[in-house]
């Protein structure tokens, strides 16, 4: 009562009392200026956010708040006083959700540098946590005060992994110096090897094994996808496995961007020669190598036989006139060295090559200077040495060859080769006695050849042919019993002068049209191509 009684001797005559109340009359004015304290304005969350991956549980979570401008105000004279700015961050169990625990803290500089500050939080428990972050108080509108403040990260403690599959793990220490760069010191560069099941015996071995093979890393290719050992031509990469080895060629690179499986198949393949096929179903290396004997001598075993006797219509030939206007004049090769890391360039020129007009290729897996050499230098002998081209359609025949398979192909053109059925065999004191469906045309100063196509299309021979009148000629020996019975088709005949009773061609291509017939296409074998496949580049 004496406090209230003390405030109404201060107000004026028209306020009353009445059973110890005061009541006080409304006063209006329309002069009024209001100002709003900010400074507990709540702005909005940003989050929440998983802190950790699925199926990991952390102790600790490392939050991160920057500010780019730093954190100060400015006053009239230019001096720099000190401001200060809360945040608020909120954490939980992402599992089982229920309430936020907070963490608010209120900091202060007098800096116009950009500064961050990091906080730890222990958790109770080791849980997967999830967070949120918000402002306390609104930025300044102030133009002499800088307050911006940025969420920059949050960071929580895994248990540490006693093993890491599928990957190999390195603990290097460095010390640093004056001459290194803060850029340099955090960089570190590593020339890994991988290791991979290996061919021992013809099998793959159940370990792995530090290996820069091409078969090793053609296996692991192509069973990433998903392919089996029954879906790979092992018999076939067996082959190429050994002769890679006895030459030294090995596939050397470090993947940084994703291929297809078939871009990567051909690129391990490409520093033997080789390329990525499909035969019968299987995936297989096929390498283009010298075939010995194939330009003359005799045909090595596969080689398919082709003339007018299978085949449904002519063949095709047609020929590339060179074109130093058009043509590339050279090849240039990129490649990364092994020693250095850089990528360096190997000119490759065939004589008479100026590199006027050169023809720039990358040879992806190739890390030295000679082997880069040698994929040039067979580049640029295929663009000069294979010009030929032939085309023709046989029935089922044509499905016998495979891709880069050879070929004996005959066109019946006088002067090069003839073809014709053999009507009967018999052995004589010189050898064997053949008897041809066909008369053929004897040229008196060449010698002449005979290629016999057994029943599976291979052909065997050419042996040396000697006249005894059209129909009939001899050969000095053969190395299959022929069956002329006319139970099956019988043998073909290839003839005429030697070297020329027919094309020897790679098949490039064998389409089936429909269930009864098949295009065939190919270009001309030529040693010339192989020349370079072992030499050293020039300085």
């Known amino acids: 009562m004496n406090l209230l009684w003390g405030v109404q001797q201060h107000l004026d005559k028209h306020h009353k009392c009445a059973d110890e109340r005061i009541t006080l009359d409304f006063i209006e004015s329309n002069s009024a200026i209001l100002r709003l304290d900010n400074s507990n304005l709540e702005g909005d ?27 100060a105000g400015v006053n009239k004279k230019g001096a720099l006083y000190p401001y200060g700015v809360t ?11 229920g309430a936020w625990t907070s963490f608010a803290e209120h900091v202060v500089y007098a800096t116009l540098d950009q500064i961050g500050i990091t906080r730890d939080i222990t958790l109770p428990s080791t849980y ?3 967070g949120r972050m918000r402002r306390i108080g609104a930025k300044s509108t102030d133009t002499s005060v800088q307050d911006n403040i940025q969420w920059y990260d949050a960071r929580t403690l895994l248990p540490s992994p006693l093993s890491y599959p599928d990957w190999t793990t390195v603990a290097i220490s460095a010390a640093g110096g004056g001459k290194i760069s803060s850029q340099s010191e955090n960089k570190v560069s590593v020339v890994a090897t991988r290791k991979l099941p290996i ?17 090793p890393a053609f296996n692991y290719i192509a069973k990433a996808p998903g392919y089996q050992d029954a879906d790979i031509d092992t018999d076939e990469l067996v082959a190429f496995d050994s002769i890679c080895k006895s030459r ?28 990525f096929a499909i035969s019968r179903g299987r995936l297989r290396p096929v390498r283009d190598q010298k075939r010995e004997g194939f330009d003359a001598e005799y045909f090595p075993a596969g080689t398919q036989g082709y003339s007018a006797q299978n085949m449904k219509g002519p063949l095709k030939i047609s020929f ?24 360096e360039t190997v000119k490759c020129r065939l004589p008479g090559q100026l590199g006027l007009k050169v023809e720039t290729v990358e040879a992806l897996g190739t890390s030295e200077r000679d082997r880069a050499y040698r994929l040039g230098m067979r580049r640029a002998s295929e663009t000069r040495y294979r010009r030929w081209a032939y085309s023709f359609e046989t029935e089922l025949d044509g499905n016998n060859s495979d891709y880069m398979g050879l070929a004996g192909v005959s066109d019946d053109t006088p002067g090069r080769g003839q073809s014709a059925l053999l009507l009967g065999i018999q052995a004589s004191p010189g050898g064997y006695i053949l008897e041809s469906s066909e008369p053929f045309i004897w040229d008196p100063v060449s010698d002449h050849s005979v290629g016999i196509r057994r ?17 009939y000629l001899s050969i000095p020996t053969i190395d299959f019993v022929p069956d002329t ?7 073909h005949l290839l003839f005429g002068p030697v070297s020329r009773e027919c094309h020897r061609v790679l098949i490039s291509k064998a389409t089936p049209k429909g269930s009864e017939s098949v295009s065939v296409q190919g270009f001309n074998y030529d040693d010339r191509v192989y020349l370079y496949d072992d030499a050293t580049a020039p300085d």
């Open 485 to 491: 019975s006319w139970d099956r088709e019988p043998p």
């Open 320 to 343: 590339k006139s060179p074109d130093p206007g058009a043509e590339h004049d050279g090849v240039d090769v990129k490649y990364k060295d092994r020693v250095t890391r850089q990528t």
């Open 455 to 471: 029943l599976d299309g291979t052909l065997s021979g050419p042996w040396k042919a000697t006249r005894i009148n059209e129909y």
């Open 248 to 275: 030294g060629d090995t596939f050397n690179l470090s993947v940084e961007s994703f291929m297809t499986v078939k871009e990567a198949l051909n690129t391990a393949l490409a520093p033997g020669f080789a390329e």
């Open 128 to 130: 997967r946590p999830e």
């Open 199 to 215: 061919l021992v015996g013809g099998a793959w071995t159940s370990d792995n094994r530090v290996t820069r093979d091409i078969a």
């Open 87 to 97: 945040y608020e961050f909120q954490y939980r169990d992402m599992s089982t959700g």
């Open 45 to 71: 969350w940003a989050g929440p956010f998983a802190l950790c991956p699925p199926g990991e549980k952390a102790s600790k979570i490392s939050i991160t708040v920057m500010f780019p401008s730093g954190l």
